[in-house]
């Protein structure tokens, strides 16, 4: 195996395998609770293998990671918005350390309102 099956199955593949190491599982374990061998995901960490998006899925789920953080830092919707990996990393996991689900259910309706424009950012500054 010296070459990869394209750019972004390096790129991914690399992004999971140093999400691996921070959150210290093993390449075994992690193919273990992603349902392949441990030779499968170091093809698919080095990029020799293409992921399927069920396996792609597993594998987020298993490192409890979005999968937009491994999409890119900056990716464009439709209609013009922009995902900005890092942000919303952090809003994902402010909301998953909220403990109070009455809490929680308010700080989500809070960005929903943001969103849709029913708040104004403006009055936050």
Same mark, same amino acid.
């Given at each position: 195996?010296?070459?990869?099956?394209?750019? @972004?199955?390096?790129?991914? @593949?690399?992004?999971?395998?140093?999400?691996?190491?921070?959150?210290?599982?093993?390449?075994?374990?992690?193919?273990?609770?992603? @349902?392949?061998? %441990?030779?499968?995901?170091? $093809? /698919?960490? /080095?990029? /020799?293998? $293409?992921?399927?998006?069920?396996?792609?899925?597993?594998?987020?789920?298993?490192?409890?990671? %979005?999968?937009?953080y491994?999409?890119? %830092?900056?990716?464009?919707?439709?209609? @013009?918005?922009?995902?900005?990996? =890092?942000v919303?990393?952090?809003?994902? !996991?402010?909301?998953r350390?909220?403990? !109070?689900?009455?809490?929680?259910?308010?700080?989500?309706?809070?960005?929903?309102?943001?969103?849709?424009?029913?708040? =104004?950012?403006? =009055?936050?500054?």
């Amino acid at each position: 195996m010296t070459r990869c099956v394209s750019c @972004g199955d390096c790129d991914i @593949g690399a992004l999971i395998r140093a999400r691996r190491k921070e959150l210290k599982v093993t390449q075994k374990q992690l193919a273990c609770a992603a @349902g392949c061998t %441990s030779q499968q995901m170091q $093809k /698919y960490e /080095y990029g /020799y293998s $293409k992921l399927s998006v069920q396996m792609f899925l597993r594998i987020c789920s298993s490192l409890h990671t %979005s999968p937009i953080y491994f999409l890119g %830092s900056v990716s464009f919707l439709e209609g @013009g918005g922009v995902i900005d990996r =890092d942000v919303e990393a952090r809003l994902l !996991n402010i909301v998953r350390s909220i403990k !109070n689900l009455k809490v929680k259910a308010r700080v989500v309706e809070l960005v929903e309102a943001v969103v849709s424009g029913s708040v =104004d950012v403006a =009055d936050a500054e």
